[in-house]
């Protein structure tokens, strides 16, 4: 057996990395016991409140004392009392009705313990969602300053990883805001869409309530729709058994791996662009990439999304599952596996969204290299544009098309069996037949003429789509993010 003092000693215990390595203090303690038991006892303070206003037999003094000890919670006391009924809310019901003698008679009344469990869970979600949607609008707005910057520069694009017509920079960077654009709708609307469990009882009847009520159908309307707006809620769920419905827990971690999946594409087009050595993560002056190879400079941010994200995305397994088989009114085998995915997943997301946000606040762009990337294939591009030049110039498309695919394929042996550079405009203007247009073959190669509307694109997107959807928050876009680890 351990010695006591390793029993104290945090390093000498497993903790999850999620929270000891990397979340927000704001999210870890979202998910934290102390935000769970105190919000426990404002559901009880907001229930006696209601049922006081609507008749019950409740005094100011008992609701005084409630409010004085919301926070006033003796976490030791509960843990015991826990070990000794097997019973989390009855556990903590004792130890407010501890501090509360007055009130201890009235604390809980007519309640199950989903009243308590699950109103606070649909309180943090919607707590968690709203420090999520700040952050990924802060990663969204730092992305759409780096889209505007580079909404001109030529680069190459890759379809199916090879070598395609010309894009932007700043072009490539819409196509990841597009998608972290509707993650945003997707998050804000998951969020709109919670309601509140409310006071049904325990199978979602309210017959607790009626009873307590003496019949009395409007007052006990009445009591679900007071503490609902007490728990800062527009509406409840109509119907429940003891818990609301388990498909709110897929909505929610669904929107969830869809932000996962997105920032893992962005993070992996990151990562084959500095492999590329066109675009960089930041990278920290005293930053090592490697312990054997002190020259490597590893995308190891970009890594971390993509490994969280991987996580994230899984998680929405654990609420279909769920879902699936929760049998008649409810049964208990959800509980455990969802104190472990929830949390999770808001955690995962809040890591990947800060260290995302630290890497698009850095990004290097390397313009010589992409524009040596660029003068690679490009040539092989113009062929088209040279072709109509030389025809407007006299000459014959046929004759024009062979002389090209001779000339292109010697040119294309060089890079790939020699690994030369590519010098079909060097052999263009070596052959005569060419004459007619070597003047022009400087503008035929300009690479904003491959670019199309990109830039303009790029101009429209931001300013009708992006900068609109980021409004809402304004007043939270300040900041750059420092990772701890």
Known sequence: MAAPAEEQDVMARYRSPLVSRYASAEMAYNFSERKKFSTWRRLWLYLAQAEKSLGLSITDEQIRE????????????????????????????????????????????????????????????RDGFNLLLPKLARVISRLADFAEKYADMPALGFTHYQPAQLTTVGKRCCLWIQDLCMDLQNLERARDDLRFRGVKGTTGTQASFLQLFEGDHSKVEELDRLVTEKAGFKRAYMVTGQTYSRKVDIGVLAVLASLGASIHKICTDIRLLANLK??????????????????????????????LARHLMTLVMDPLQTAAVQWFERTLDDSANRRVCLAEAFLTADIILSTLQNVSEGLVVYPKVIERRIRQELPFMATENIIMAMVKAGGNRQDCHEKIRVLSQQAAAVVKQEGGDNDFIARVRADP?????????????????????????????????????????????????ELAL
């Open 278 to 307: 066109e675009i960089e993560e930041p990278f920290e002056k005293d930053q090592i990439g490697s312990s054997a190879m002190p020259y490597k400079r590893n995308p190891m941010r970009s890594e971390r999304c993509c490994s």
């Open 433 to 481: 037949y060419f004459s007619p247009i070597h003047k022009q073959l400087e503008s035929l190669l300009d690479p904003s003429s491959f670019t199309g509307r990109a830039p303009q694109q790029v101009a429209k997107f931001l300013k009708e789509e992006v900068r609109p959807a980021l409004i809402p928050y304004q007043s939270k876009m300040g900041g750059k993010v």
């Open 66 to 125: 409630m409010e004085a000890n919301l926070d006033n919670i003796d976490f030791k006391m509960a843990a015991e009392e826990e070990k000794k009924l097997r019973h989390d809310v009855m556990a903590h019901v004792h130890t407010f009705a501890h501090c509360c003698p007055k009130a201890a008679a009235i604390i809980h009344l007519g309640a199950t313990s989903c009243y308590v469990g699950d109103n606070t869970d649909l309180i943090v979600l």
